[in-house]
């Protein structure tokens, strides 16, 4: 069937993923990772820059005209899953799932150029409930001129972010904002908190007079705010499978070399199932991931029920895989100084970032069945046709 070429990744596809694997291989080992989550600012600015001038692949899904590679979010993806496999330590979050989708939705070409080249960082202070937008949780207010005030929660990678997107309410409607961060650090404080996951950062934004650069109108900001969550979502679960990808090897070569009574761990009937449940539940979320990147770059498919789809599958995935490792390691996988502790606490926390897996069932739910009409109900095997 045609429609299988979906997953079928091109020759540049595969060489791009060798290409980021070998970086995050020599820039995000396990050592890097621990220097980092205790380090300031939480990531390695020459390994950003490194990414965005010298790899390109910060803008894999930026159109040429607007100074990116004129690739596709499937592009986008399979660098976003090498990344989450080596736990990067980075703002990908902020800067490449959120900010930049958001850019490219609203044609604003002034802050895209650096983002995408790696010199700056952005942050997505856009609340959202369950990974949706609604205008009346804008919790920043906008004067005519522009000047916002008002504090959003939990922004992930805004305490070194350079730029700020901001959603504000203004005289005629919710607008998009971008705030240098930098130049309004007075009138834009940013609060780190302490979190689960060190290797990535939130912090409360508190606006007190800092004036913002309209990127969207409220005639497109809520389109460009919707946009850049679907998109988040899409590669957020991208990422999660990387992560949870690396812990199936890990715990693949773990039961083949730990040995009890004499005999592999892996050769015990309790082990296979775990492995092979595994096994699954990680292919079952690269499949939703990648059709997730491919609908919303394609337009065949709907972009809110492919990334809620996407995020349900992946975050269920991600911390049930993260889960079964430390079962599989027994003592050590319980142990600061062994890997799968900073997986899973990765896993947690972004099962959380853009809605829960619980959330986004709903949301399917809503979107399939109470939409659907007697003579349009989703098809349903019963085994016997």
Do not use: N
Not at 141 to 150: I, K, N, P, Q
Not at 304 to 320: K, P, V
Not at 342 to 368: C, F, M, N, P, W
């Amino acid at each position: 069937m045609a429609d299988s070429a979906e997953f079928v990744f091109s020759d540049e596809q595969r060489e791009l993923r060798a290409a980021v694997r070998r970086f995050a291989a020599d820039q995000s080992d396990e050592q890097v990772v621990r220097r980092l989550m205790e380090s300031d600012p939480g990531f390695d600015p020459k390994a950003w820059a490194r990414l965005g001038g010298e790899l390109g692949v910060l803008g894999l899904s930026v159109p040429e005209e607007l100074g990116g590679v004129g690739g596709t979010l499937v592009d986008q993806a399979v660098a976003v899953e090498e990344l989450g496999a080596a736990l990067f330590c980075g703002p990908l979050f902020g800067t490449v799932m959120l900010a930049i989708p958001a850019l490219v939705a609203a044609g604003d070409e002034q802050l895209l150029p650096a983002l995408v080249e790696g010199t700056r960082t952005a942050a997505f202070a856009v609340g959202d409930r369950g990974g949706a937008f609604d205008p009346a949780d804008v919790s920043v207010r906008a004067t005519a001129d522009g000047v916002l005030s008002g504090t959003v929660e939990r922004v992930v990678d805004a305490a070194a972010a350079d730029d700020l997107l901001v959603a504000a309410t203004g005289p005629d409607g919710v607008g998009l904002y971008a705030v240098d961060a930098a130049a309004a650090a007075t009138q834009a404080r940013r609060t780190q908190l302490t979190t689960l996951d060190s290797t990535r950062r939130q912090a409360t934004v508190a606006l007190d007079g800092a004036v913002g650069r309209p990127v969207a109108g409220p005639d497109s900001a809520q389109r460009v705010i919707t946009h850049a969550l679907q998109v988040g979502a899409a590669l957020l679960a991208a990422e999660q499978v990387g992560g949870a990808q690396h812990l199936l090897d890990l715990s693949v070569e773990y039961a083949k070399g730990r040995l009890q009574f004499g005999r592999p761990i892996g050769s015990f009937q309790a082990v296979k199932h775990t492995l092979a449940d595994m096994l699954v539940e990680v292919e079952h979320a690269r499949s939703a991931a990648y059709h997730a990147a491919w609908a919303l770059g394609d337009g065949s498919d709907d972009p809110a029920l492919a990334a809620s789809i996407a995020q349900a599958t992946a975050s269920r995935a991600f911390a049930g895989v993260a889960t079964d490792t430390i079962q599989v390691h027994g003592g050590i996988g319980f142990t600061w100084e062994y890997q799968a502790q900073l997986y899973y606490k990765r896993a947690v926390t972004d099962a959380a970032l853009l809605g829960s897996a619980e959330q986004h069932r709903g949301r399917i739910a809503r979107l399939v069945l109470d939409t659907a009409s007697a003579d349009g109900a989703p098809w349903v095997a019963t085994g016997t046709e």
